[in-house]
T-cell receptor, first 111, second 112 residues
Framework: GENVEQHPSTLSVQEGDSAVIKCTYS??????FPWYKQELGKRPQLIID?????GEKKDQRIAVTLNKTAKHFSLHITETQPEDSAVYFC??????????FGTGTSLTVIP | NAGVTQTPKFQVLKTGQSMTLQCAQD?????MYWYRQDPGMGLRLIYY???????DKGEVPNGYNVSRLNKREFSLRLESAAPSQTSVYFC???????????FGQGTRLTVV
């Protein structure tokens, strides 16, 4: 099955700085890559996603890039704010079947 | 519009006891999932149901059973709970057009 690795496991940045979280996947058939944000004690919520026919997608301060050849994708958060502090999960899926999640990155934005 | 609703939110079981976690969605989604979340291990798929009447094993199905009662409801059963099943359990349903998964609020289960 698919194996998704996520790094780093923890990340601290100063408010206003950028944060980058990286994931690799093993199954070249995976074609959908979402990112979920989970605040403490809450449910995961989708923040951005990308499909394999696209190399980059941006939504305001967040962006995701995908390198199919290298089988890795990254989440970029610019101008970080304290409310960005949360655990972020990447995932990989083939056509929305069986999402395989990374182990999560705990992001802390220091005011 | 409640989205995905799980019950209960918290549960403590003794080893060997059984229980069923309930999940219901009101978004008319075909696909539903059960995940467990453990510290440092992310979300791992237990079982999923691509449509009413079908269920399939995920990464960690041992010790669990599921029932897709109808399109709205997908339940997870622990027949004989073990301490290793102490975890937070999330149900999710997926919008087929976008592949976006919507999660329930989670059930924190402790087996002592």
């Amino acid at each position: 099955g698919e194996n998704v690795e996520q790094h780093p496991s923890t990340l601290s940045v100063q408010e206003g700085d950028s944060a980058v979280i990286k994931c690799t996947y093993s199954d070249s058939a995976s074609n959908y890559f979402p990112w979920y944000k989970q605040e403490l004690g809450k449910r995961p919520q989708l923040i951005i996603d990308i499909r394999s026919n696209v190399g980059e997608k941006k939504d305001q301060r967040i962006a995701v890039t995908l390198n199919k050849t290298a089988k890795h994708f990254s989440l970029h958060i610019t101008e970080t704010q304290p409310e960005d502090s949360a655990v972020y999960f990447c995932a990989a899926s083939i056509n929305g079947n069986q999402f395989y999640f990374g182990t999560g990155t705990s992001l802390t934005v220091i005011p | 519009n409640a989205g995905v609703t799980q019950t209960p939110k918290f549960q403590v079981l003794k080893t060997g006891q059984s229980m069923t976690l309930q999940c219901a969605q009101d978004m008319n989604h075909n696909s539903m999932y059960w995940y467990r979340q453990d510290p440092g291990m992310g979300l791992r798929l237990i079982y999923y149901s691509a449509s009413e009447g079908t269920t399939d094993k995920g990464e960690v199905p041992n010790g669990y059973n599921v029932s897709r009662l109808n399109k709205r409801e997908f339940s997870l059963r622990l027949e004989s709970a073990a301490p290793s099943q102490t975890s937070v359990y999330f149900c999710a349903s997926m919008l087929a057009v976008s592949y976006e998964a919507f999660f329930g609020q989670g059930t924190r289960l402790t087996v002592v």
